[in-house]
């Protein structure tokens, strides 16, 4: 099976901020009735995120449907038009990363929101496939959620869920 990579991409990032902006966050983020002063509400950065995130994949999906009308003499021979094999590992990948996501979203209500977004992106560096700077990805993988917690809990007092594991 051929698939056009810069089309595939754009329709899956999409597709995951759609799923995100239309279906998670009205599940998983509470907006109470009433939001005192000019606090904005707890729903703002992620719709503000998935937003920017829909964007980004209309835009893929446009320069990808863009390029695929240049005519072919216009192109360049070592452009990046290449169709992407779908191949066991390209699969065996994309299942981990599902799987991972999976494993975060559900796992975090137990562990929490630091050792869940640790393992996640550990797991995320390790399938990058560059393991010659394998102790920068694991200090990589513990300093951003610590430095994002600390950031959102110190400076803007926003809790993330410590998890049930921990409480």
Known sequence: ???NRD??????????FALVFFVLIPLYVPV????????PPPDMWPKTTA???MAMGVLALALAIAKSKKPALEQAPDADVEDLVVTKPHMLRLAVLVVSFLAFIYGMPFIGFVPASILLLGVLFAMTGTYRHKWLMVALSVIFPLALYFIFSQFIHTLFPMGSLFS
């Open 51 to 53: 937003v920017l995130g």
């Open 32 to 39: 109470p009735s009433f939001i005192p002063g000019f606090a």
């Open 1 to 3: 099976m051929r698939i």
């Open 7 to 16: 089309l595939s991409s754009g329709v899956l990032a999409l597709s995951f």
